[in-house]
Protein backbone atom coordinates (compact mmCIF):
# COMPACT_ATOMS: atom_id res chain seq x y z
CA UNK A 1 0.00 0.00 0.00
CA UNK A 2 1.07 3.91 -0.88
CA UNK A 3 0.39 7.05 -0.24
CA UNK A 4 -2.74 8.43 -1.51
CA UNK A 5 -2.38 11.51 -3.74
CA UNK A 6 -4.87 13.40 -1.95
CA UNK A 7 -1.65 14.17 0.96
CA UNK A 8 0.43 15.98 -1.79
CA UNK A 9 -2.65 16.96 -3.96
CA UNK A 10 -5.47 17.83 -1.62
CA UNK A 11 -8.64 19.20 -3.61
CA UNK A 12 -11.55 20.65 -2.59
CA UNK A 13 -14.66 21.63 -4.71
CA UNK A 14 -17.20 23.91 -4.56
CA UNK A 15 -20.13 25.11 -6.76
CA UNK A 16 -19.53 28.75 -8.22
CA UNK A 17 -22.39 30.65 -9.08
CA UNK A 18 -22.41 32.43 -12.37
CA UNK A 19 -20.62 35.92 -12.60
CA UNK A 20 -23.91 37.93 -13.38
CA UNK A 21 -27.50 37.09 -13.87
CA UNK A 22 -30.23 38.58 -15.65
CA UNK A 23 -32.13 41.43 -13.52
CA UNK A 24 -35.76 42.10 -13.69
CA UNK A 25 -36.94 45.22 -15.96
CA UNK A 26 -36.78 47.73 -12.69
CA UNK A 27 -38.10 51.17 -12.83
CA UNK A 28 -35.75 54.12 -13.00
CA UNK A 29 -36.67 57.21 -11.33
CA UNK A 30 -35.59 60.89 -12.08
CA UNK A 31 -36.11 62.59 -9.19
CA UNK A 32 -35.44 66.55 -8.60
CA UNK A 33 -34.47 66.18 -5.24
CA UNK A 34 -31.20 68.24 -3.74
CA UNK A 35 -30.55 65.49 -0.77
CA UNK A 36 -28.99 63.85 -3.89
CA UNK A 37 -25.17 64.58 -4.37
CA UNK A 38 -23.27 64.79 -7.57
CA UNK A 39 -20.89 61.99 -6.30
CA UNK A 40 -24.15 59.54 -6.55
CA UNK A 41 -24.70 58.69 -10.01
CA UNK A 42 -27.77 56.66 -9.06
CA UNK A 43 -29.12 54.78 -6.10
CA UNK A 44 -30.74 51.65 -5.45
CA UNK A 45 -33.73 50.45 -3.30
CA UNK A 46 -34.08 46.88 -3.21
CA UNK A 47 -35.72 43.96 -0.54
CA UNK A 48 -38.68 43.99 1.67
CA UNK A 49 -36.91 47.61 3.96
CA UNK A 50 -36.66 49.47 0.10
CA UNK A 51 -39.75 51.96 0.98
CA UNK A 52 -38.31 52.27 4.43
CA UNK A 53 -34.91 53.21 2.89
CA UNK A 54 -36.20 55.49 0.80
CA UNK A 55 -38.36 57.22 3.19
CA UNK A 56 -35.47 57.87 5.23
CA UNK A 57 -33.00 59.10 2.66
CA UNK A 58 -35.81 61.75 1.18
CA UNK A 59 -38.19 61.90 3.97
CA UNK A 60 -42.33 60.98 3.21
CA UNK A 61 -43.25 63.89 2.70
CA UNK A 62 -42.60 64.02 -1.17
CA UNK A 63 -45.07 63.22 -3.76
CA UNK A 64 -42.98 60.09 -4.94
CA UNK A 65 -42.56 58.60 -1.79
CA UNK A 66 -46.54 57.08 -1.67
CA UNK A 67 -45.48 56.22 -5.66
CA UNK A 68 -42.45 54.13 -4.45
CA UNK A 69 -44.98 52.70 -1.56
CA UNK A 70 -47.69 51.92 -4.66
CA UNK A 71 -44.42 50.77 -6.76
CA UNK A 72 -43.62 48.46 -4.94
CA UNK A 73 -47.10 46.95 -3.02
CA UNK A 74 -47.85 46.15 -7.01
CA UNK A 75 -49.14 42.20 -6.99
CA UNK A 76 -49.23 40.75 -10.43
CA UNK A 77 -51.10 38.55 -11.35
CA UNK A 78 -48.83 35.51 -10.53
CA UNK A 79 -48.04 36.95 -7.04
CA UNK A 80 -44.46 38.75 -7.79
CA UNK A 81 -43.95 41.97 -6.88
CA UNK A 82 -40.96 44.86 -7.88
CA UNK A 83 -37.53 43.96 -6.12
CA UNK A 84 -35.89 47.07 -6.60
CA UNK A 85 -35.72 50.88 -7.59
CA UNK A 86 -33.35 52.90 -9.10
CA UNK A 87 -33.69 56.72 -8.27
CA UNK A 88 -31.37 59.36 -9.80
CA UNK A 89 -31.40 63.15 -9.80
CA UNK A 90 -32.25 65.10 -12.57
CA UNK A 91 -30.66 68.40 -12.88
CA UNK A 92 -33.66 70.16 -14.11
CA UNK A 93 -32.18 73.65 -12.66
CA UNK A 94 -28.23 74.47 -12.12
CA UNK A 95 -26.81 72.89 -8.91
CA UNK A 96 -25.11 74.39 -6.10
CA UNK A 97 -22.13 72.54 -4.51
CA UNK A 98 -23.06 71.28 -0.80
CA UNK A 99 -22.34 69.77 2.04
CA UNK A 100 -24.28 67.02 3.86
CA UNK A 101 -23.02 66.30 7.26
CA UNK A 102 -23.72 63.37 8.96
CA UNK A 103 -26.81 62.70 11.56
CA UNK A 104 -23.81 62.22 14.33
CA UNK A 105 -24.76 65.85 15.30
CA UNK A 106 -23.34 65.98 19.43
CA UNK A 107 -26.41 66.80 21.65
CA UNK A 108 -28.03 70.69 22.02
CA UNK A 109 -26.92 70.79 25.44
CA UNK A 110 -23.03 70.17 24.74
CA UNK A 111 -22.84 72.74 21.69
CA UNK A 112 -24.83 75.39 23.85
CA UNK A 113 -21.34 75.22 26.13
CA UNK A 114 -19.44 76.09 23.08
CA UNK A 115 -18.88 80.11 23.07
CA UNK A 116 -16.26 79.57 20.97
CA UNK A 117 -15.91 77.12 18.09
CA UNK A 118 -15.16 76.84 14.46
CA UNK A 119 -14.37 74.65 11.34
CA UNK A 120 -13.26 75.45 8.35
CA UNK A 121 -14.91 75.28 5.05
CA UNK A 122 -14.03 75.88 1.58
CA UNK A 123 -16.02 77.06 -1.44
CA UNK A 124 -13.92 77.02 -5.20
CA UNK A 125 -10.34 76.35 -3.72
CA UNK A 126 -11.13 79.17 -0.74
CA UNK A 127 -10.81 78.42 2.63
CA UNK A 128 -12.32 79.75 5.49
CA UNK A 129 -12.30 79.84 9.07
CA UNK A 130 -15.97 79.47 10.64
CA UNK A 131 -16.55 80.75 14.15
CA UNK A 132 -19.20 80.79 16.37
CA UNK A 133 -20.87 81.72 19.52
CA UNK A 134 -23.28 78.87 19.91
CA UNK A 135 -24.10 79.82 23.46
CA UNK A 136 -27.65 81.39 23.07
CA UNK A 137 -28.70 78.44 20.60
CA UNK A 138 -31.97 76.51 21.76
CA UNK A 139 -32.31 74.91 18.34
CA UNK A 140 -30.29 73.28 15.54
CA UNK A 141 -32.40 75.42 13.65
CA UNK A 142 -30.63 78.44 15.46
CA UNK A 143 -27.24 77.39 15.21
CA UNK A 144 -27.65 77.01 11.26
CA UNK A 145 -28.63 80.68 11.43
CA UNK A 146 -25.46 81.18 13.23
CA UNK A 147 -23.14 79.09 10.95
CA UNK A 148 -24.97 81.01 8.01
CA UNK A 149 -24.35 84.31 9.15
CA UNK A 150 -20.75 83.74 9.87
CA UNK A 151 -19.73 82.25 6.27
CA UNK A 152 -22.07 85.00 4.37
CA UNK A 153 -19.62 87.29 6.71
CA UNK A 154 -17.34 86.41 4.44
CA UNK A 155 -18.95 87.78 1.10
CA UNK A 156 -16.21 89.38 0.13
CA UNK A 157 -14.44 85.98 -1.09
CA UNK A 158 -17.67 86.48 -3.15
CA UNK A 159 -21.58 85.16 -3.63
CA UNK A 160 -20.08 81.43 -2.88
CA UNK A 161 -20.16 82.80 0.81
CA UNK A 162 -22.49 85.73 0.77
CA UNK A 163 -25.12 83.44 -0.77
CA UNK A 164 -25.14 80.50 0.99
CA UNK A 165 -27.12 78.94 3.08
CA UNK A 166 -27.06 76.63 6.01
CA UNK A 167 -30.08 74.17 7.49
CA UNK A 168 -30.52 71.36 9.71
CA UNK A 169 -32.16 68.86 8.07
CA UNK A 170 -35.12 66.79 10.04
CA UNK A 171 -34.83 64.25 7.36
CA UNK A 172 -30.61 63.92 7.73
CA UNK A 173 -30.61 64.71 11.25
CA UNK A 174 -27.82 66.71 9.99
CA UNK A 175 -26.46 69.90 8.82
CA UNK A 176 -26.29 71.01 4.78
CA UNK A 177 -24.08 73.85 3.60
CA UNK A 178 -24.87 75.12 0.14
CA UNK A 179 -22.80 77.52 -1.61
CA UNK A 180 -23.85 80.48 -2.96
CA UNK A 181 -23.46 80.38 -6.90
CA UNK A 182 -24.73 77.29 -9.24
CA UNK A 183 -23.12 75.78 -12.01
CA UNK A 184 -20.58 72.65 -12.76
CA UNK A 185 -17.67 75.07 -12.28
CA UNK A 186 -18.06 75.95 -9.08
CA UNK A 187 -16.98 73.43 -6.05
CA UNK A 188 -16.39 72.55 -2.04
CA UNK A 189 -13.63 71.05 -0.13
CA UNK A 190 -14.14 68.57 2.66
CA UNK A 191 -14.64 70.36 6.51
CA UNK A 192 -11.34 70.88 8.46
CA UNK A 193 -10.63 71.05 12.02
CA UNK A 194 -10.85 74.11 12.96
CA UNK A 195 -8.32 76.30 14.80
CA UNK A 196 -9.86 79.10 16.80
CA UNK A 197 -11.78 77.90 20.69
CA UNK A 198 -13.37 74.35 20.56
CA UNK A 199 -13.17 72.41 17.23
CA UNK A 200 -16.58 71.51 16.08
CA UNK A 201 -16.19 69.99 12.73
CA UNK A 202 -16.55 66.34 14.51
CA UNK A 203 -19.25 67.62 17.15
CA UNK A 204 -21.23 69.54 14.02
CA UNK A 205 -20.85 66.49 12.28
CA UNK A 206 -19.35 67.97 9.22
CA UNK A 207 -15.85 65.94 9.16
CA UNK A 208 -17.36 63.00 7.88
CA UNK A 209 -19.85 65.00 5.20
CA UNK A 210 -20.89 64.50 1.93
CA UNK A 211 -19.48 66.86 -0.77
CA UNK A 212 -21.72 67.73 -3.75
CA UNK A 213 -20.05 69.54 -6.02
CA UNK A 214 -21.35 72.13 -8.52
CA UNK A 215 -23.43 71.26 -11.82
CA UNK A 216 -25.28 72.25 -15.04
CA UNK A 217 -28.69 72.15 -15.87
CA UNK A 218 -29.72 69.44 -18.03
CA UNK A 219 -32.59 68.38 -20.58
CA UNK A 220 -34.41 65.19 -19.72
CA UNK A 221 -32.66 63.80 -22.99
CA UNK A 222 -29.14 64.80 -21.41
CA UNK A 223 -30.36 63.12 -18.18
CA UNK A 224 -31.40 59.42 -19.69
CA UNK A 225 -28.50 59.66 -21.86
CA UNK A 226 -26.61 59.95 -18.75
CA UNK A 227 -27.91 57.40 -17.14
CA UNK A 228 -27.48 55.09 -19.98
CA UNK A 229 -23.83 55.51 -19.87
CA UNK A 230 -23.68 55.28 -15.80
CA UNK A 231 -24.96 51.66 -16.78
CA UNK A 232 -27.63 51.73 -13.99
CA UNK A 233 -29.86 48.75 -13.62
CA UNK A 234 -32.81 50.60 -14.16
CA UNK A 235 -35.41 50.11 -17.45
CA UNK A 236 -38.45 51.86 -17.36
CA UNK A 237 -36.77 55.60 -17.29
CA UNK A 238 -40.07 57.47 -15.93
CA UNK A 239 -40.39 60.85 -13.48
CA UNK A 240 -42.96 62.80 -11.69
CA UNK A 241 -41.64 66.00 -12.75
CA UNK A 242 -43.66 68.03 -15.35
CA UNK A 243 -42.11 67.27 -18.60
CA UNK A 244 -42.88 69.80 -21.78
CA UNK A 245 -43.50 68.64 -25.51
CA UNK A 246 -40.32 69.69 -26.53
CA UNK A 247 -38.49 67.68 -23.22
CA UNK A 248 -40.66 64.55 -24.44
CA UNK A 249 -39.72 64.48 -28.07
CA UNK A 250 -35.84 65.57 -27.44
CA UNK A 251 -36.09 62.60 -25.27
CA UNK A 252 -37.99 60.13 -27.68
CA UNK A 253 -35.68 61.33 -30.03
CA UNK A 254 -32.62 60.31 -28.63
CA UNK A 255 -33.84 56.87 -27.93
CA UNK A 256 -33.95 56.46 -31.86
CA UNK A 257 -31.48 54.48 -33.26
CA UNK A 258 -30.39 52.91 -36.81
CA UNK A 259 -30.40 49.37 -36.02
CA UNK A 260 -32.78 47.42 -38.24
CA UNK A 261 -36.40 48.23 -37.22
CA UNK A 262 -35.43 48.79 -33.38
CA UNK A 263 -34.24 51.56 -31.39
CA UNK A 264 -30.89 51.61 -30.77
CA UNK A 265 -31.28 51.53 -27.25
CA UNK A 266 -33.72 48.75 -27.46
CA UNK A 267 -32.64 48.35 -23.46
CA UNK A 268 -34.30 51.51 -21.94
CA UNK A 269 -37.42 51.99 -22.17
CA UNK A 270 -38.86 55.99 -21.68
CA UNK A 271 -42.37 55.95 -19.96
CA UNK A 272 -44.52 59.16 -20.05
CA UNK A 273 -47.40 60.60 -18.33
CA UNK A 274 -50.02 62.80 -19.51
CA UNK A 275 -52.62 64.76 -17.40
CA UNK A 276 -54.39 66.55 -20.29
CA UNK A 277 -55.90 64.43 -22.94
CA UNK A 278 -55.49 67.47 -25.49
CA UNK A 279 -51.91 67.65 -24.41
CA UNK A 280 -51.47 63.52 -25.02
CA UNK A 281 -52.86 63.98 -28.86
CA UNK A 282 -50.75 66.89 -29.45
CA UNK A 283 -47.70 65.03 -28.43
CA UNK A 284 -48.27 61.80 -29.91
CA UNK A 285 -49.49 62.53 -33.00
CA UNK A 286 -45.90 64.38 -33.27
CA UNK A 287 -44.21 61.89 -32.36
CA UNK A 288 -46.00 59.42 -34.48
CA UNK A 289 -45.67 61.82 -37.58
CA UNK A 290 -41.93 61.23 -36.92
CA UNK A 291 -42.02 57.34 -36.92
CA UNK A 292 -40.59 57.19 -33.14
CA UNK A 293 -40.77 54.34 -31.00
CA UNK A 294 -39.69 52.48 -28.13
CA UNK A 295 -41.50 54.78 -25.73
CA UNK A 296 -44.93 54.61 -23.77
CA UNK A 297 -47.34 57.17 -23.33
CA UNK A 298 -49.75 57.11 -20.14
CA UNK A 299 -52.80 58.50 -20.57
CA UNK A 300 -53.72 59.37 -16.68
CA UNK A 301 -57.33 62.24 -17.20
CA UNK A 302 -57.20 61.54 -13.40
CA UNK A 303 -53.52 62.41 -12.29
CA UNK A 304 -52.70 59.45 -10.56
CA UNK A 305 -49.37 58.98 -12.23
CA UNK A 306 -49.86 55.59 -13.95
CA UNK A 307 -46.76 55.59 -15.55
CA UNK A 308 -45.39 53.98 -12.18
CA UNK A 309 -47.89 51.46 -12.11
CA UNK A 310 -46.55 50.67 -15.94
CA UNK A 311 -43.37 50.63 -14.39
CA UNK A 312 -44.15 48.38 -12.09
CA UNK A 313 -45.57 45.89 -14.27
CA UNK A 314 -42.62 45.64 -16.38
CA UNK A 315 -40.63 45.15 -13.51
CA UNK A 316 -42.70 42.42 -12.19
CA UNK A 317 -42.06 39.65 -15.62
CA UNK A 318 -40.28 36.76 -14.45
CA UNK A 319 -38.21 35.16 -17.54
CA UNK A 320 -36.66 32.22 -15.86
CA UNK A 321 -40.91 30.95 -15.50
CA UNK A 322 -42.30 28.77 -18.55
CA UNK A 323 -45.00 31.33 -19.95
CA UNK A 324 -43.26 34.20 -17.84
CA UNK A 325 -44.09 36.83 -20.56
CA UNK A 326 -47.04 39.01 -20.01
CA UNK A 327 -49.57 40.95 -22.18
CA UNK A 328 -49.22 44.69 -20.71
CA UNK A 329 -53.13 44.56 -21.72
CA UNK A 330 -55.29 43.43 -18.39
CA UNK A 331 -52.84 44.37 -16.03
CA UNK A 332 -54.79 44.68 -12.67
CA UNK A 333 -54.79 48.13 -11.14
CA UNK A 334 -56.51 48.06 -7.73
CA UNK A 335 -57.19 51.01 -6.42
CA UNK A 336 -57.12 53.50 -9.79
CA UNK A 337 -59.84 55.00 -10.96
CA UNK A 338 -61.25 54.23 -14.81
CA UNK A 339 -61.69 56.78 -17.03
CA UNK A 340 -64.06 55.09 -19.16
CA UNK A 341 -66.88 56.12 -16.72
CA UNK A 342 -69.06 58.50 -19.36
CA UNK A 343 -72.63 57.72 -19.07
CA UNK A 344 -74.41 60.16 -17.42
CA UNK A 345 -77.40 61.84 -20.05
CA UNK A 346 -75.04 64.54 -20.56
CA UNK A 347 -71.96 62.63 -21.87
CA UNK A 348 -74.01 60.92 -24.47
CA UNK A 349 -75.66 63.52 -25.84
CA UNK A 350 -72.19 65.42 -26.29
CA UNK A 351 -71.44 62.31 -28.09
CA UNK A 352 -68.94 60.99 -25.40
CA UNK A 353 -69.21 56.89 -24.81
CA UNK A 354 -66.55 54.90 -23.09
CA UNK A 355 -66.19 52.99 -26.46
CA UNK A 356 -65.18 56.52 -28.45
CA UNK A 357 -62.80 56.98 -25.76
CA UNK A 358 -60.78 54.22 -25.70
CA UNK A 359 -60.50 53.66 -29.66
CA UNK A 360 -59.78 57.05 -29.35
CA UNK A 361 -56.40 56.61 -27.37
CA UNK A 362 -55.90 53.66 -28.65
CA UNK A 363 -55.27 55.18 -32.30
CA UNK A 364 -52.69 56.95 -30.77
CA UNK A 365 -51.29 54.18 -29.43
CA UNK A 366 -51.95 55.38 -25.33
CA UNK A 367 -52.46 53.27 -22.06
CA UNK A 368 -54.56 54.06 -19.67
CA UNK A 369 -56.87 52.72 -16.83
CA UNK A 370 -60.07 51.30 -17.64
CA UNK A 371 -63.28 48.91 -16.62
CA UNK A 372 -64.45 46.01 -18.54
CA UNK A 373 -67.78 44.32 -17.23
CA UNK A 374 -71.81 44.14 -16.85
CA UNK A 375 -73.20 46.05 -13.83
CA UNK A 376 -72.13 45.58 -10.47
CA UNK A 377 -69.50 42.42 -12.48
CA UNK A 378 -66.58 45.65 -13.04
CA UNK A 379 -62.80 45.12 -13.13
CA UNK A 380 -60.71 47.65 -13.55
CA UNK A 381 -57.78 47.06 -15.74
CA UNK A 382 -54.54 48.99 -17.36
CA UNK A 383 -54.08 48.34 -20.81
CA UNK A 384 -53.67 48.28 -24.08
CA UNK A 385 -50.35 48.08 -24.13
CA UNK A 386 -49.93 49.51 -27.28
CA UNK A 387 -46.71 51.43 -28.63
CA UNK A 388 -46.29 53.42 -31.68
CA UNK A 389 -43.87 52.56 -34.25
CA UNK A 390 -42.08 49.04 -35.42
CA UNK A 391 -42.06 47.60 -32.23
CA UNK A 392 -46.22 47.39 -32.53
CA UNK A 393 -46.85 46.46 -28.61
CA UNK A 394 -44.63 47.14 -24.79
CA UNK A 395 -44.68 42.83 -24.91
CA UNK A 396 -42.59 42.89 -28.21
CA UNK A 397 -40.15 46.13 -26.74
CA UNK A 398 -39.62 44.27 -23.38
CA UNK A 399 -39.44 40.64 -24.33
CA UNK A 400 -36.27 41.68 -27.20
CA UNK A 401 -34.99 43.60 -24.13
CA UNK A 402 -34.71 40.30 -22.25
CA UNK A 403 -33.30 38.40 -24.84
CA UNK A 404 -30.35 40.77 -25.59
CA UNK A 405 -29.54 40.57 -21.94
CA UNK A 406 -29.92 37.03 -21.58
CA UNK A 407 -27.64 36.56 -24.71
CA UNK A 408 -24.92 39.42 -23.15
CA UNK A 409 -24.91 37.93 -19.77
CA UNK A 410 -24.92 34.42 -21.26
CA UNK A 411 -21.63 35.35 -23.19
CA UNK A 412 -19.94 37.48 -20.77
CA UNK A 413 -19.80 34.71 -18.09
CA UNK A 414 -18.39 32.77 -20.71
CA UNK A 415 -15.61 35.26 -21.28
CA UNK A 416 -14.96 35.29 -17.38
CA UNK A 417 -15.57 31.50 -16.64
CA UNK A 418 -12.52 30.69 -19.57
CA UNK A 419 -9.64 31.40 -20.36
CA UNK A 420 -10.46 32.23 -24.07
CA UNK A 421 -12.70 31.59 -26.55
CA UNK A 422 -12.01 30.82 -29.67
CA UNK A 423 -11.73 33.03 -32.77
CA UNK A 424 -11.13 30.59 -35.65
CA UNK A 425 -12.08 26.63 -36.33
CA UNK A 426 -15.12 24.43 -36.72
CA UNK A 427 -15.13 23.93 -32.97
CA UNK A 428 -14.99 27.70 -32.44
CA UNK A 429 -17.95 28.40 -34.15
CA UNK A 430 -20.03 25.10 -32.73
CA UNK A 431 -18.37 26.35 -28.99
CA UNK A 432 -20.04 29.85 -29.93
CA UNK A 433 -23.18 28.25 -30.73
CA UNK A 434 -23.25 26.12 -27.46
CA UNK A 435 -23.28 29.64 -26.01
CA UNK A 436 -26.36 31.76 -27.55
CA UNK A 437 -28.43 28.84 -28.01
CA UNK A 438 -29.69 28.32 -24.76
CA UNK A 439 -30.90 31.86 -24.22
CA UNK A 440 -33.05 31.24 -27.68
CA UNK A 441 -34.45 27.77 -25.86
CA UNK A 442 -35.15 29.57 -23.37
CA UNK A 443 -37.31 32.31 -24.86
CA UNK A 444 -39.59 29.61 -26.35
CA UNK A 445 -40.51 28.16 -22.84
CA UNK A 446 -41.22 31.88 -21.36
CA UNK A 447 -42.74 33.16 -24.36
CA UNK A 448 -40.44 35.72 -26.06
CA UNK A 449 -40.51 32.92 -29.08
CA UNK A 450 -42.97 31.51 -30.81
CA UNK A 451 -42.31 28.36 -32.61
CA UNK A 452 -44.67 26.51 -35.57
CA UNK A 453 -45.97 29.59 -36.66
CA UNK A 454 -46.40 31.66 -40.16
CA UNK A 455 -44.13 33.56 -41.48
CA UNK A 456 -45.53 35.95 -44.58
CA UNK A 457 -44.01 35.93 -47.56
CA UNK A 458 -42.12 39.47 -47.00
CA UNK A 459 -40.79 38.37 -43.55
CA UNK A 460 -39.27 35.11 -45.82
CA UNK A 461 -37.77 37.26 -48.26
CA UNK A 462 -36.28 39.69 -45.79
CA UNK A 463 -34.67 37.06 -43.78
CA UNK A 464 -33.29 35.78 -47.13
CA UNK A 465 -31.65 38.84 -47.79
CA UNK A 466 -30.18 39.07 -44.37
CA UNK A 467 -28.68 35.56 -43.71
CA UNK A 468 -28.54 34.27 -47.66
CA UNK A 469 -29.50 31.09 -46.32
CA UNK A 470 -32.33 29.65 -48.26
CA UNK A 471 -33.77 27.21 -45.37
CA UNK A 472 -33.26 30.15 -42.69
CA UNK A 473 -37.02 31.56 -42.77
CA UNK A 474 -38.41 27.92 -42.36
CA UNK A 475 -35.85 27.70 -39.26
CA UNK A 476 -37.26 30.47 -38.25
CA UNK A 477 -41.07 29.15 -38.42
CA UNK A 478 -40.33 25.59 -37.09
CA UNK A 479 -37.87 26.22 -34.55
CA UNK A 480 -38.65 30.09 -33.64
CA UNK A 481 -35.73 31.33 -34.50
CA UNK A 482 -32.75 31.24 -36.74
CA UNK A 483 -28.79 32.22 -35.77
CA UNK A 484 -25.59 31.87 -38.09
CA UNK A 485 -21.71 32.72 -37.46
CA UNK A 486 -20.54 34.99 -40.13
CA UNK A 487 -17.06 33.95 -41.75
CA UNK A 488 -14.04 35.82 -40.55
CA UNK A 489 -13.17 39.12 -42.26
CA UNK A 490 -9.21 40.77 -41.83
CA UNK A 491 -11.65 43.20 -39.68
CA UNK A 492 -12.83 40.53 -37.90
CA UNK A 493 -9.36 39.26 -36.90
CA UNK A 494 -7.52 42.26 -36.36
CA UNK A 495 -9.78 43.34 -33.76
CA UNK A 496 -10.67 39.67 -32.33
CA UNK A 497 -14.70 39.48 -33.24
CA UNK A 498 -16.92 37.33 -33.86
CA UNK A 499 -20.28 38.35 -35.43
CA UNK A 500 -23.96 36.98 -35.37
CA UNK A 501 -26.56 37.22 -37.34
CA UNK A 502 -30.09 36.31 -35.79
CA UNK A 503 -33.71 36.12 -36.54
CA UNK A 504 -36.45 35.01 -34.91
CA UNK A 505 -40.49 34.75 -34.43
CA UNK A 506 -41.89 36.94 -31.50
CA UNK A 507 -44.49 35.44 -29.25
CA UNK A 508 -47.11 38.41 -29.55
CA UNK A 509 -50.41 38.87 -27.60
CA UNK A 510 -53.83 38.53 -28.15
CA UNK A 511 -55.90 42.05 -27.03
CA UNK A 512 -58.63 41.17 -29.31
CA UNK A 513 -60.97 37.99 -30.64
CA UNK A 514 -63.30 38.75 -33.52
CA UNK A 515 -66.21 36.08 -33.88
CA UNK A 516 -68.54 36.06 -36.70
CA UNK A 517 -71.65 34.89 -35.92
CA UNK A 518 -74.13 32.95 -38.93
CA UNK A 519 -77.78 32.22 -37.28
CA UNK A 520 -80.19 30.06 -39.49
CA UNK A 521 -83.47 28.84 -38.90
CA UNK A 522 -85.18 31.95 -37.49
Not at 53 to 82: C, D, M, R
Request: charged share 20%; with cysteine.
Amino acid sequence: MSLPFSKFVPISASVQSPSFTVEKKHMLLAINNTLIPTSSAYLEFSGGSAVAAFGAYFGKNIPEYAEVQKYFGYLSKTGTSPDKLVVARWYKEAAAPFIKGTSSVAELSELKVVSEGSFNVSFDGTEFLVVVDLSSANSYSDIATTIRNAIIANSSAGDMFGNATVEYSSITGGFIITAGETGKGHTVGAVTAGTTGTDLSAMLGLNDAVLSQGADAETFAEFCDRLLNANSSGYSITTLENLEQADIEAAVQWLQGSIGEQTIYSLVRLVFNFTDKETFKTVQEALIEKGYTGYVACVDLNSENINILDCAICATIDFETANGTINFNFQPATGYTPITKLGTVVDYQQGQTNLGLAEELDNLYGSYIYSVGFGSQEQVLYGMGLMAGDFGTEDVQVNESWLEKDTQTRIMNGFIALNKLKLQGTDAKEFLSTMIAPSYEKGKTNGTIAQDGTVSEADRNSIYQAMGVAGAADSVEQNGYYFQIEDLSDEDIRIKRARVKTAYLCGGVINKVRISNTLYGA
